[in-house]
């Protein structure tokens, strides 16, 4: 039997013998590459964390000994070893486990963590009620370098330093990669210290080191090596008990030094360094290619893409950005961490010097877009729409208080499928048409997306464009950069009775709807402003009005419409459909869009129910 099989919570690992750690972390390893091979997933962080989720589960009492993984993408090592193992086929799809660590799937899933920076704060508290309460137990924070960059991070390390009685372990865990390359001062920081001809010496300190029986000769050897390695850590001007670097794949090394640190009080940090992708060749050659994958064949690797006939909205982002950026050379694009994923890899190419990537830092990135306004720069923030809620009140004081020209292409706007509730980016259009001075817009398809995006660049003022993940409709882009009229909507389907008022990506669905049901489909195009006239004018001359958005309808832009009814003086029948008043899952975008009536069945369903439309009969001919 092998060993793996023989784990089904950590309590199983603890009886292992440390010998056969080693090879209970190879089996884990290549059952890993095997398994998310057949799902697709993040790959490449899991693979860096083998040994560290083992020995951390082997020295501390978990659950009641609590871990918090940030970001959590690197758990699957976690859910493997806590029971979920088998239920490793179902990741990421409707009704299986979750890519990330989730309060009600597993006790030993002790806090969600699928936005950075947040686990020191969230570990600190569970330290600070374990002494509330007079409880002896652990709480250690497990933080990638990425998320060190995050001032969240840094606020939590401000107030632990302090907390001298509080049993918290910060794990560093330094792959010297985030999502994309990892940029600002403390990576170059973490990059000297690897660097320096003392690190080969430092990272056996718990090896070799720590231990007894040669306890006041180690103390003497590691603080010798930490001053010449780490000389006036920030971590201990912090007031924690800096160790380390260790080899994060050396259990050897690993074990003696967290079974050392269990015996400390106060607050430690341990610095592990891992390589991502580790034990897979592939994915350590291209972390990035093998941090989030779809299915693969783990011999060949992952095979190039055959050119998909859609463009992506975040391709239409990325090829507007060079194109724009071409004729304004006041144009910068700044992206917190998400080159890749925001579609900049080519603008970064093409205009490095006009490429600001922040870090995990969303805050920043908006007051800092803020500040180039200011000076009369004209820049674009690349941002998902869930990660900009980090930064809302920057969003209202520095930029839309001050009125500033600032243009936000928010990616990942509804559902977003496999990452769930986490990314989904389902509440922009409720928390951005409630701010003064703001155009929010929704295209329809990818020429309208290239439109609206020239339309809040040249628009004076804070304007955002959002658009889904994946692929349009199909539409094609005209090179030429035209802008829209601004608050203006557009009529694409005449019908009786029934009109559709559908804004971005329901257009498509609701035009679907509209044809079954012989509706009028408008497209409104704009969130703020409203076009008033557009509704109005439908109200009138329609006897029920639907509005249909991929968000959140409490707030959102069928609110906007029922608000613009309800000023103007009119009375009308109005059923808004959207994303219901709940946290939606992850699963695939079709199914889940379906399950809350968004396709054009659903749509149509929901009107006919609602406004009483017979179904179609089926005429039979038997002549």
């Known amino acids: 039997m092998k060993l793996l099989e023989t784990i089904n919570d950590p309590a199983d690992l603890r009886k292992l013998p440390r010998a056969q750690l080693t090879p209970l972390a190879h089996e884990l390893r290549s059952f890993l590459l095997d398994s998310v091979s057949k799902t697709g997933g993040h790959l490449s962080s899991n693979l860096g964390t083998v040994e560290l989720t083992i020995a951390l589960h082997y020295v501390f009492n978990t659950p009641y000994d609590r871990i918090v993984w940030d970001v959590g993408h690197q758990t699957y090592s976690h859910k493997i070893l806590t029971g979920r193992r088998e239920r490793m086929p179902t990741l990421r799809q409707l009704d299986g486990l979750s890519g990330f660590p989730k309060r009600d799937e597993s006790v030993y899933d002790t806090f969600g963590t699928a936005h950075s920076s947040t686990s020191i704060s969230a570990a600190l508290g569970m330290a600070a009620a374990a002494k509330l309460k007079g409880e002896k137990r652990h709480a250690i924070a497990v933080i990638g370098d990425g998320s060190m960059s995050a001032g969240m991070a840094f606020e939590a390390l401000n107030n632990a330093g302090v907390e001298d009685d509080c049993d918290l372990l910060v794990v560093l865990n330094d792959n010297d990669m985030s999502i994309s390359p990892p940029v600002g001062a403390l990576n170059r920081y973490l990059a000297r210290l690897m660097s320096g001809k003392f690190y080969a010496a430092a990272k056996n300190v718990g090896k070799t080191v720590l231990p007894a029986p040669m306890r006041e000769l180690a103390k003497r050897l590691e603080e010798h090596a930490k001053g010449m390695v780490v000389p006036a850590t920030m971590f201990e001007e912090f007031g924690f008990n800096y160790i380390g670097p260790i080899d994060g794949h050396d259990l050897d090394s690993l074990i003696p030094t967290l079974e050392n640190i269990k015996n400390l009080k106060g607050p430690q940090f341990l610095h592990v360094v891992t390589k991502k992708g ?80 922040v870090g995990i830092a969303e805050q920043h990135s908006v007051t800092f877009a803020a500040g180039l306004a200011t000076e009369g720069m004209k820049p674009v923030v690349a941002i998902y729409s869930t990660f900009l809620q980090r930064a809302y ?26 990452d769930g509730a986490t990314h989904a980016g389902n509440y922009d259009m409720a928390y951005l048409r409630c701010i003064p001075n703001m155009v929010v817009m929704a295209p329809s398809d990818e020429n309208e997306c290239r439109q609206m995006l020239t339309t809040a660049y040249h628009f004076p003022g804070p304007a955002a464009v959002r658009y889904p993940r994946g692929a349009g409709v199909g539409a094609k882009t005209e090179q030429e950069l035209k802008s829209i009229e601004i ?22 669905p609701s035009l679907g709807a509209g044809e079954q049901l012989g509706a009028t489909v408008a497209n409104m195009r704009f969130v703020k402003p409203l076009d008033v006239e557009l509704v109005t004018r439908l109200a009138r001359d329609h006897d029920y009005l639907v509005t249909v958005e991929e968000g959140c309808i409490m707030g959102g832009a069928g609110s906007a419409v029922a608000e613009a009814l309800a000023e103007a003086g009119i009375t009308k029948p109005i059923l808004h459909l959207g994303l219901p008043d709940k946290f939606i899952d992850h699963g695939d975008p079709g199914l889940l869009l379906a399950s809350v009536g968004l396709d054009a069945k659903g749509i149509a369903a929901s009107i006919r129910e609602r406004a009483g439309v017979a179904e179609p009969r089926l005429v039979v001919n038997n002549a």
């Open 278 to 357: 580790q034990g897979y060749k592939l994915a350590e050659a291209e972390p990035i290619l093998y941090h989030g994958t779809g299915k693969f064949n783990p011999t060949e690797g992952i095979k190039p893409a055959a050119a998909p006939s859609k463009l992506t909205y975040t391709e239409v982002f990325g090829n507007w950005l060079c194109d724009m950026a071409v004729v304004d050379k006041k144009l910068v694009g700044i992206t917190p961490a998400m080159r890749e994923g925001s579609g900049m890899v080519k603008f970064h190419q093409q205009f490095p010097e006009r490429y600001f990537d």
């Open 487 to 508: 608050g203006k909507g557009e009529v694409r389907r005449e019908g009786k009775g029934i009109a559709i008022l559908a804004f971005g990506s329901m257009v498509a």
């Open 393 to 418: 009140d920057q969003l209202i004081h520095d930029v839309a208080l001050q009125n500033l020209d600032v243009t936000f292409a928010l990616d990942r706007a509804g559902i977003v499928g496999a």
